[in-house]
């Protein structure tokens, strides 16, 4: 469901986050579809007031778990395979999924896998391309009568409407960002203690999966530690 301002100009960013700037005392009026609710922007009524931004919680898809995160300002890159170090702001709270799309969600919105399914709905959808990606964000945005943000043209090109309220892939940045939540270390439970798959590398076990822990096999979700965002396997 998507809330709408009534009797102001304004447009929805990503997943319903607006800025609007409300005198104290004063009340705003949502809509969403058939129902309308006077609220003050303090409130708890299905809204988040995080700075400057009132965050509408009915974003959350039905079929996706989604985590809201919070602007800020971060160190991009890592030494020395991502140079220059750099700093970003992250001038907008966003939403991210909790957990990788999951073979089961990608079924959900297609009705089926881009390759032969193994009916294990929990584990994460794999061999899928940038376009399948796109088209993925797309349905789940129509499923839930939201603005679809890629545009085809008649070229090879996909264009991102960035004034869409649908899903999207995060940026480099955003995902960046949201992965680190607030470290600087290489992965958000610490440093790399080993360079190769064997030994063990302790922190990253803890985090994610690789070479050193996982058979090889794809794993179900969620099954590792998140980071300070609440975000899994990132």
Known sequence: ATWGIIGFSTHFAKD???????EPGYTITLKCGNTIKSINPID???????????VCDS???SIIDMVLIPAG????????NEVPLHYVNITKPFYMSKFEITQGQWKEVFG????P???QDELPVVQVTWKEATDFCNYLSDLENLQRCYKDSSSSYIFWDTTANGYRLPTDAEWEYACRAGTVTDFYTGNRTQDACQPLDSLLNLAAWYC???????????LKLPN???????
């Open 44 to 54: 708890s009524c299905r809204t988040k007031y995080i700075g400057d931004f009132i």
């Open 73 to 80: 300002r971060f160190r991009m890159g890592q030494i020395p």
């Open 16 to 22: 319903g986050i607006f800025n609007l700037n409300v």
């Open 112 to 115: 089926a896998l881009p390759y």
């Open 117 to 119: 399914d193994n009916n």
């Open 59 to 61: 974003q959350s898809s």
């Open 212 to 222: 050193g822990n996982s058979l090889n096999s794809i794993k179900p979700i969620g």
């Open 228 to 234: 300070n965002f609440g975000l899994f396997d990132m």
